[in-house]
Nanobody, 125 residues
């Protein structure tokens, strides 16, 4: 079992930046692909970005390309989401998730096996 804990959420004004962190409980973190999902108010959860367990390979939903960056530090069992130029429509609960799918990058929620509790990101205008 892998426990994931997201931190770094909060309130930020439009145009600002925020970095989310997701810490995993197991050393085998490096064997999981990682993703960030978000659930805006009144909407379904969607995949924002994902990264392979190793090597190059990332995915970004079109709405965040150029503004969000996913990265991971396997030595620290942590994945990050750097968010810049935030917009009110980025307001959501953000979840990190871990997947045992090795290839390609998992793009579907059912491919993710472990989930964090979520952290609230609120972007004010």
């Amino acid at each position: 079992q892998v426990q994931l804990v997201e931190t770094g959420g909060g309130l930020v004004q439009a145009g600002g930046s925020l970095r989310l962190s997701c810490a995993a409980s197991r050393r085998t973190f490096s064997t999981y692909a990682m993703g960030w999902f978000r659930r805006p108010p009144g909407k379904d959860r969607e995949l924002v970005t994902a990264i392979r367990m190793s090597g190059p390979g990332t995915y970004y939903v079109d709405s965040v390309k150029g503004r969000f960056t996913i990265s991971r530090d396997n030595a620290k069992n942590t994945v990050y989401l750097q968010m810049s130029s935030l917009k009110p429509e980025d307001t959501a609960v953000y979840f990190c998730a871990a997947s045992t799918t090795a290839w390609p990058i998992p793009l579907h929620d059912y491919e993710y096996d472990y989930w964090g509790q979520g952290t609230q990101v609120t972007v004010s205008s």
